[in-house]
């Protein structure tokens, strides 16, 4: 072949990322994903698929931002504790002898055996390899054996601890202890749900957490898009939330979450064969709200599905640049769990849901392959994809001031983070 021809096939594959990451070129052209969502495109595709953007992201947001972990009813008696993990970090989350929420890292200050794993009640953690004992605070209270050790200390190793705040019963966790709070931030998006009552409704805790395989971010929009909604999941169980009837209020320019409103074609519609509600309604709606659903979200973690009847939660926790974990849940109004037809209910909503969710994770397997190819573009918004330039708008921000962090070495390595009782 010559060489002549060699160049003509180069020159055929497209340059739709040549903005390479960390280029300032590259950092100058997130700039057009923030745009009104007439002019926006979407993230570069290497946002979804680059190791080295994913180390970025750790230090941009997960290092810094408010992270859902759980929901607060899953530690409701002290010594309640629950794992959990994110971005590799794994998490203890525990509830103290004066009823206070604490989270810590559950990696032993000895070996780095983890010192607790799924959920239970504890008075105190023993880590199963050489039995050094912590409190429910993280305190380390024993340490068999080492009366020889030199200067050996127990205020010296115990579990580091994080900042920890409730939103609505969920618990979220930050590791910089310097973060602003997260509640204030989200007073827009309270009063979306002040009638539902988050924070007293109940549901299954969820089984196992999923493993997906695609970006965190890719999930993330599809919980948010209205648009696919009357294409890839065009039937008798969508149609009558029409991508045609979204809204996108107005938000502050602090919020730290955004939403959406999907009009019904009528009220009190629910996900299920019947298409209306068959659990106990929430309440407090108005005659709007029960005649919408609405879709919000708090990232870079939790998105929420909110109906009439239900809410469904889902906790998203990445664990690489391609994959992520996700727990999912429902919640109900007081009382809905009480009806003996209950999880005959639950079973006819949930085969409803099921087909959903499944049509939606073969879209998000089959997006993170095609974000892989050299063909992947910049692609363009349409109006009922407001809640993409929405994210958009909440990422772009936050990894520009991570670059100049980086650029001027201001970044910290290490965020700080509290060693309970050992100082």
Same mark, same amino acid.
């Given at each position: 072949?010559?060489?002549? *021809? ?20 590259? !950092? *100058? ?9 007439? $002019? ?12 080295? !953007?994913?180390? %970025? ?5 997960? @290092? ?15 010594? *309640? ?54 409190? +429910? ?9 080492? *009366? ?6 127990? /205020? ?5 601890? !994080? ?58 929009? /599809? ?58 309604? %929430?309440?407090?709606?108005?005659? $709007? ?5 609405? %879709? ?35 919640? !109900?109004?007081? $009382? ?10 639950? @079973? ?37 994809? $407001? ?18 962090? +980086? ?17």
């Amino acid at each position: 072949m010559a060489l002549g *021809d060699l160049n003509l096939m180069t020159d055929a594959i497209p340059s739709t990322q040549a903005e390479t990451f960390p280029s300032d070129a590259f !950092f *100058d052209s997130l700039a057009s994903s923030i745009q009104p969502v007439g $002019e926006a495109n979407m993230l570069p595709p290497l946002c979804y698929t680059d190791a080295a !953007f994913y180390e %970025f992201e750790k230090t941009a947001l997960f @290092d810094r931002e408010w992270l859902c972990v759980g929901r607060e009813s899953w530690v409701a008696k002290p010594g *309640d504790y629950f794992t959990t993990s994110i971005v590799g970090e794994p998490l203890l989350i525990a509830r103290n002898a004066e009823g206070q929420i604490r989270a810590m890292s559950a990696v032993c200050q000895h070996r780095a055996m983890l010192v607790a794993e799924g959920h239970g009640q504890r008075s105190s953690f023993v880590c199963p390899y050489h039995h050094w004992a912590y409190s +429910l605070d993280g305190v380390l209270l024993g340490a068999p054996a080492m *009366d020889r050790s030199i200067g050996f200390d127990k /205020n010296d190793f115990c579990l580091p601890r !994080f900042a920890v705040e409730v939103w609505q019963g969920f618990i979220f966790v930050n590791f910089d202890l310097t973060a602003p709070p997260l509640g204030p931030r989200l007073r827009a998006v309270d009063e979306v749900l002040a009638n539902y009552h988050v924070a007293q409704a109940d549901g299954p805790r969820p089984g196992e957490p999923m493993s997906l395989a695609w970006n965190w971010k890719v999930m993330f929009e /599809n919980n948010n898009d209205g648009y696919h909604a009357n294409k890839l999941h065009r039937g008798p169980l969508h149609d009558f939330v029409p991508s045609r009837l979204a809204t996108f209020p107005e938000l502050p320019t602090d919020t730290a979450g955004y939403f959406r409103h999907n009009g019904t074609t009528h009220a009190d519609a629910a996900f299920n064969a019947t298409q209306k509600a068959v659990f106990k309604r %929430f309440p407090d709606l108005t005659d $709007e709200q029960r005649s919408r659903m609405s %879709f919000v979200n708090v990232p870079p973690t939790l998105s929420l599905v909110v109906t009439c009847e239900m809410v469904i939660y889902m906790i998203l926790r990445p664990d690489s640049a391609q994959t992520h974990q996700m727990d999912q849940g429902l919640l !109900f109004a007081p $009382e809905a769990m009480d009806d003996p037809l209950f999880q005959g209910k639950l @079973d006819l909503s949930m085969s409803s849901v099921s087909h959903i969710v499944a049509q939606d994770l073969h879209v998000d397997e089959m997006v993170q392959i095609g974000l892989r190819s050299r063909y992947a573009k910049r692609g363009r918004y349409s109006w009922q994809e $407001e809640a993409q330039r929405q994210l958009n708008s909440w990422l772009v921000p936050r990894y520009q001031v991570a670059r100049d962090m +980086l650029r001027s070495g201001s970044a910290r390595a290490v965020i700080p983070m509290a060693v309970v009782g050992c100082t």
